[in-house]
């Protein structure tokens, strides 16, 4: 009962999110509600595994936390670098 | 009265008290994350109030939860975001100002309905 309650008003919660989502005037304000609509859908998969008794759906939600990170992150260094390559040379040293 | 129900009502009690706590969070980083003016005030809205919100949701469904496993498997998923979230935004906000966004620096008045719009000053 308490996690049907709690699934709900983070519906409530993920759909004020994606207005940021979608009208964010920065791409990194979208890279932003983009973990936070994660985060939610992960409380929301632990809520519907807590309501239901369904244990598995935990293994899904850790799995979903972890991917989330990793892919933001990777956003994330694309957009500080423009690249997702190593540098070719560091500060200092001379170009081979 | 069954020592056993007290237990069980102490416990959904204290599962739906930890989980309003959390809601509380969620408002006020949502509500943050949508009126405040600029990237960084909108990240510190957000990852503060939304780890501390997330954490105190799991944490809540975890002393609710039917089994000890799942109750484990919940905590995990609490510590992970917890530790998640913070590093998340130390890496948005480094990247955002490594890629020259400005912050909004001046007063500012949030637009109310009602009232003219009033543009920030820079």
């Not at chain 2, 309003?20 to 600029?38: E, K, N, S, T, Y």
Request: aromatic residues 6%.
């Amino acid at each position: 009962m308490i996690a049907m309650f709690t699934a709900a008003g983070l519906l409530l919660a993920l759909a004020l999110t994606l207005v940021r989502l979608f009208g964010g005037p920065t791409l990194y304000d979208r890279v932003l509600a983009v973990n936070a609509v994660a985060t939610k859908v992960v409380l929301i998969v632990a809520a519907i595994a807590a309501a239901t008794g369904q244990a598995e759906l935990l293994d899904v939600a850790l799995a979903l936390a972890l991917a989330s990170f990793v892919v933001n992150t990777a956003v994330l260094k694309f957009f500080r670098a423009r690249t997702f390559q190593a540098p070719l040379a560091r500060v200092g040293e001379e170009l081979t | 009265m069954n020592p056993d129900l007290l237990i069980e009502a102490v416990r959904q009690g204290a599962s739906g008290v930890l989980i309003a706590a959390g809601f509380v969070f969620f408002a006020g980083g949502v509500i943050g994350f949508l009126r405040f003016p600029d990237f960084y005030t909108r990240l510190h809205a957000l990852t503060t109030s939304d780890g501390i919100g997330a954490v105190l949701v799991l944490v809540g469904l975890a002393v609710g939860a039917a089994s000890s496993a799942a109750a484990l498997k919940l905590l995990l998923l609490a510590a992970l975001i917890g530790a998640l979230t913070p590093t998340l935004a130390h890496i948005a906000a480094n990247a955002a100002h490594a890629a020259g966004l400005a912050p909004l620096v001046g007063s500012y008045t949030a637009p109310r309905p009602g009232l003219p719009r009033q543009e920030p000053r820079a």
